[in-house]
């Protein structure tokens, strides 16, 4: 089972920063099968990024994604207030379970 | 456009069986798979399992295998997650969700259930 990790536990950034999100795999992610949501109080998650760096449908271009192997980095080019959120890396690659990591929780600083 | 719909929140003694649904509709629900995730109160996302409603195979994770059933009504586009004899511990959040079109990705998330399991 590969095991996610992801750093900072929490980043304190004010709007109009940039936003480094971490998610390290405990084992090479085959295929760059690596997926990124985003998640805000009371409400369910919304993927953000698949396949390491393509965004989904209707995702602002101020985030990507980027990595392969066991390293993985999602960018927040300008953080707008609506992107203070907790974000989740999950894989997807070779059998389940297709984990996800422990979250990095982006607040106001 | 794709939607899953799910059942309403849930209150419950422990030892008691429960059943949640979520219902898809705007695609083909036969050919997508169709997942569940918990979220405990205040905690982060686990990934519990899939199941493919076009012949119901289904990969739970370890952690959940024998805890709970997953299944599908292919005739009414709705998936389920039930227990048996539920416990304290299975308070939480739960959300269906159904797979992105390249890949084990979740694209498309219900709204979520919650279960709240108290004496």
């Known amino acids: 089972e590969i095991v996610l990790t992801q750093s900072p536990g929490t980043l304190s950034l004010s709007p109009g920063e940039r936003a480094t999100l971490s998610c390290r795999a405990s084992?090479?992610?085959?295929?760059?099968?690596l997926a990124w949501y985003q998640q805000k109080p009371g409400q369910a998650p919304r993927l953000l990024i698949y396949g390491a760096s393509s965004r989904a449908t209707g995702i602002p271009d101020r985030f990507s994604g980027s990595g392969s192997g066991t390293d993985f980095t999602l960018t927040i080019s300008r953080l707008e207030p609506e992107d203070f959120a907790v974000y989740y890396c999950?894989?997807?690659?070779?059998?389940?379970?297709?984990?996800f990591g422990p979250g990095t929780k982006v607040d106001i600083k | 456009e794709v939607q899953l719909v799910q059942s309403g929140a849930e209150v419950k003694k422990p030892g008691e069986s429960l059943k949640i649904s979520c219902k898809g509709s705007g695609y083909s629900f036969s050919s997508h798979w169709t997942g569940w995730v918990r979220q405990m109160p205040g905690k982060g996302l686990e990934w519990m399992g899939i199941i493919y409603p076009g012949d119901s195979d289904t990969r739970y994770s370890p952690s959940f295998q024998g805890q709970v059933t997953m299944s599908v009504d292919k005739s009414i586009s709705t998936a389920y997650l039930q227990w048996s004899s539920l416990k304290a511990s299975d308070t939480a959040m739960y959300y269906c969700?159904?797979?992105?079109?390249?890949?084990?990705?979740?694209?498309?998330w219900g709204q979520g259930t919650l279960v709240t399991v108290s004496s």
């Open positions: 969700a159904r797979y992105g079109d390249y890949g084990g990705y979740f694209q498309h």
């Open positions: 999950q894989h997807y690659a070779t059998s389940a379970p297709f984990t």
């Open positions: 084992q090479s992610v085959s295929s760059s099968y």
